[in-house]
């Protein structure tokens, strides 16, 4: 047997968006209708004829409806062998009759948490009976079609259309592997969830899911695959914003624009801010009184890399703003919003992506990052560390001035967002210098003050920005040489964790300098 008739489908869904369009569909097939609860009510009132599961089972539903349909009318009908004499006789002996297809979306439970519901409430809507005729089912998938949502349907509504009312088999055990998967990334929200109720950071099994955003052209290179996966989370960013123009997305543009987000969203909104991206690492970062001033301060710190670079604001984007960053080649603006004027302009940026979100991301908030390794995942907690003024510790006979603390609180969190080893060289609220990603932290030291070397001479100014700057390392100078090169670039305060064994002599070399140095306490790695 090589396509399966549809004679009997059980329908039994949560969000009823489309049932009954489709479900006369089946029946125009002569297909007999199978349902439960809510979804039979609403096919009723539409005038269809449809079976009570309970009228199936003998049993009618009970306990809230937590039990309706764990019986073996329904998980015989869905699992028996059309093909095997054994079923068969089974079947008949019982008087269970084959439910061809299903058609069954399941409790909102990503929704539920998403929406910040009470225990109770995410308790209540784990689904048990759906998963389980679901996973029955696809087992099954040589005579059985099961569909999880409204396009699955309509694809087996399509092949019936055109094979008098059957469904190959091809079809059918693409819809089972779907199945496993959309339950598995069901019982993986549930199982995150569940841990995070009880503060278990290590589960014994863990388990991540996601559903398909869109299928990618290609991944970092032309010859890797890709696809975006969503795992529900409702936190402002690529996964929840708006495309509003501009053409779709790459692999590399999500993960650039991704690191943006997360960078504005440590800055808060407070103030005006600008973070330019490039290959995941700021290249520009600066707080203003406006937009445009934040977005010009930002693009001077390196406007090379600039050049077809992210965009990400705090602010929701405004027709100045807008006209300064069309100046050049931008790739992607993410922001909270846009008014109409901003709208209009980057409407002739055809190329130009443009994503709004409803929101900031909240960097205090927890989280998990994964990534893979060979035979097995890296989880750890998303980097929620915080640090405000009055956890500086200041470690050196000079203290920093009010505005250098300032500078340095924000050198700061622009360098938690900087691939490791980091120097971030900032002044008056915006970064002067930025060096990534090397092996020594020396070398991160020099490159920044390069950087501002560079954009000095590119824009004619007569002294080097780094002069008079503060300078933030993401770990500790391991030893004094780090800080004298930041020193040597014209920084005048210094914030870094701390916690070498030789902090005595990198605080001494600061004291001779008459350099002003704090302490957080607390690193910032980022690989």
Same mark, same amino acid.
């Given at each position: 047997?090589t396509? @399966?008739k549809i004679?009997?489908?059980?329908?039994?869904?949560?969000?009823?968006?489309?049932?009954? %369009?489709?479900?006369? !569909?089946?029946?125009?097939?002569?297909?007999?209708?199978?349902?439960?609860?809510?979804?039979?009510?609403?096919?009723?009132?539409?005038?269809?004829?449809?079976?009570?599961?309970?009228d199936?089972?003998?049993?009618p539903e009970?306990?809230?409806?937590?039990?309706?349909?764990?019986?073996p009318?329904?998980?015989?009908?869905?699992?028996?062998?059309?093909?095997?004499?054994?079923?068969?006789?089974?079947?008949?002996?019982?008087?269970?009759?084959?439910?061809?297809?299903?058609y069954?979306?399941?409790?909102?439970f990503?929704?539920?948490?998403? &929406?910040? &519901?009470?225990?109770?409430?995410?308790?209540?809507?784990?689904?048990?009976?759906?998963?389980?005729?679901?996973?029955?089912?696809?087992?099954?998938?040589?005579?059985? #079609?099961?569909?999880?949502?409204?396009?699955?349907?309509?694809?087996?509504?399509?092949?019936?259309?055109?094979?008098?009312?059957?469904?190959?088999? #091809?079809?059918?055990?693409?819809?089972?592997?779907?199945?496993?998967?959309?339950?598995?990334?069901?019982?993986?929200?549930?199982? *995150?969830?569940?841990?995070a109720?009880?503060?278990?950071? +290590?589960?014994?099994?863990?388990?991540?899911?996601?559903?398909? *955003?869109?299928?990618?052209?290609?991944?970092?290179?032309?010859?890797?695959? +890709?696809?975006?996966?969503?795992?529900?989370?409702?936190?402002?960013?690529?996964?929840?914003?708006?495309?509003?123009?501009?053409?779709?997305?790459s692999?590399?543009?999500?993960?650039?624009?991704?690191?943006?987000?997360?960078?504005?969203g440590?800055?808060?909104?407070?103030?005006?801010?600008?973070?330019?991206?490039?290959?995941?690492?700021?290249?520009?970062?600066?707080?203003?009184?406006?937009?445009?001033?934040?977005?010009?301060?930002?693009l001077?710190?390196?406007?090379?890399?600039?050049?077809?670079?992210?965009v990400?604001?705090?602010?929701?984007?405004?027709?100045?703003?807008?006209?300064?960053?069309?100046?050049?080649?931008?790739?992607?603006?993410?922001?909270?919003?846009?008014?109409?004027?901003?709208?209009?302009?980057? !409407?002739?940026?055809?190329?130009?992506r443009?994503?709004? @979100?409803?929101?900031?991301?909240?960097?205090?908030?927890?989280?998990?990052?994964?990534?893979?390794?060979?035979?097995?995942?890296?989880?750890?907690?998303r980097?929620?560390?915080?640090?405000?003024? %009055?956890?500086?510790?200041?470690?050196?006979?000079?203290?920093? #001035?009010?505005?250098?603390?300032?500078?340095?609180?924000?050198?700061?969190?622009?360098?938690?967002?900087?691939?490791?080893?980091?120097?971030?060289?900032?002044?008056?609220?915006?970064?002067?210098?930025?060096?990534?990603?090397?092996?020594?932290?020396?070398? #991160?030291?020099?490159i920044?003050?390069?950087?501002?070397?560079? !954009?000095?001479?590119?824009?004619?100014?007569?002294?080097?920005?780094?002069?008079?700057?503060?300078?933030?390392?993401?770990?500790?100078?391991?030893?004094a040489?780090?800080?004298?090169?930041?020193?040597?670039?014209?920084?005048?305060?210094?914030? *870094?964790?701390?916690?070498?064994?030789?902090?005595?002599?990198?605080?001494?070399? +600061?004291? !001779?300098?008459?350099?002003?140095?704090?302490?957080?306490g607390?690193?910032?790695?980022?690989?």
């Open positions: 047997m396509a @399966t004679r009997r489908a059980l329908l039994s869904v949560s969000d009823k968006a489309g049932l009954v %369009e489709r479900a006369q !569909a089946l029946a125009s097939h002569g297909v007999e209708l199978l349902s439960t609860g809510g979804t039979a009510r609403t096919l009723k009132a539409a005038g269809l004829e449809v079976r009570d599961v309970s199936l089972t003998g049993f009970m306990m809230d409806g937590r039990v309706k349909t764990l019986h009318a329904v998980h015989g009908g869905l699992l028996y062998l059309r093909d095997n004499a054994d079923h068969v006789a089974d079947a008949d002996r019982h008087g269970i009759v084959p439910i061809d297809l299903v069954i979306n399941l409790y909102p990503e929704a539920t948490i998403a &929406a910040g &519901a009470g225990f109770e409430a995410c308790i209540e809507n784990i689904d048990i009976g759906g998963p389980a005729m679901l996973r029955a089912a696809a087992k099954n998938g040589d005579f059985v #079609s099961v569909c999880t949502d409204r396009g699955d349907l309509d694809r087996v509504l399509s092949e019936m259309t055109a094979q008098d009312g059957q469904v190959s088999r #091809s079809t059918s055990r693409a819809l089972a592997a779907k199945t496993y998967a959309r339950t598995a990334a069901y019982d993986a929200a549930i199982s *995150q969830w569940y841990a109720q009880l503060g278990e950071a +290590a589960p014994d099994w863990i388990a991540f899911g996601g559903g398909l *955003q869109e299928k990618l052209r290609y991944g970092e290179n032309p010859h890797q695959g +890709a696809a975006f996966y969503a795992n529900g989370e409702a936190r402002p960013g690529v996964a929840t914003a708006r495309q509003v123009q501009g053409k779709a997305l692999y590399n543009n999500l993960n650039d624009t991704d690191a943006a987000y997360e960078l504005i440590e800055l808060g909104s407070a103030r005006p801010a600008v973070a330019i991206i490039k290959h995941a690492n700021p290249c520009g970062v600066a707080q203003a009184d406006d937009l445009v001033s934040a977005y010009q301060a930002a001077a710190c390196d406007s090379t890399s600039a050049f077809g670079g992210i990400a604001l705090n602010r929701p984007l405004t027709g100045p703003a807008a006209e300064a960053i069309s100046a050049i080649f931008t790739e992607v603006v993410i922001a909270p919003g846009a008014d109409e004027a901003a709208l209009s302009i980057f !409407a002739k940026k055809k190329n130009l443009l994503l709004l @979100t409803d929101g900031l991301p909240d960097p205090a908030a927890p989280g998990r990052t994964v990534k893979t390794l060979a035979g097995g995942l890296l989880v750890q907690d980097d929620f560390g915080r640090i405000n003024l %009055e956890d500086l510790n200041v470690v050196t006979q000079a203290a920093p #001035s009010a505005e250098q603390m300032q500078d340095l609180l924000f050198a700061w969190r622009v360098a938690k967002h900087v691939k490791s080893n980091t120097i971030v060289y900032a002044r008056d609220g915006a970064t002067v210098g930025i060096g990534a990603g090397q092996m020594s932290r020396i070398d #991160s030291a020099r920044a003050a390069r950087k501002a070397e560079d !954009a000095a001479a590119k824009e004619g100014w007569d002294t080097v920005r780094t002069q008079g700057c503060v300078a933030a390392s993401d770990a500790f100078f391991p030893f040489d780090g800080l004298l090169s930041a020193i040597s670039a014209g920084a005048t305060a210094v914030i *870094q964790p701390g916690g070498s064994i030789r902090d005595d002599e990198v605080i001494a070399a +600061a004291d !001779a300098a008459g350099v002003a140095m704090v302490f957080t607390m690193r910032h790695f980022r690989h």
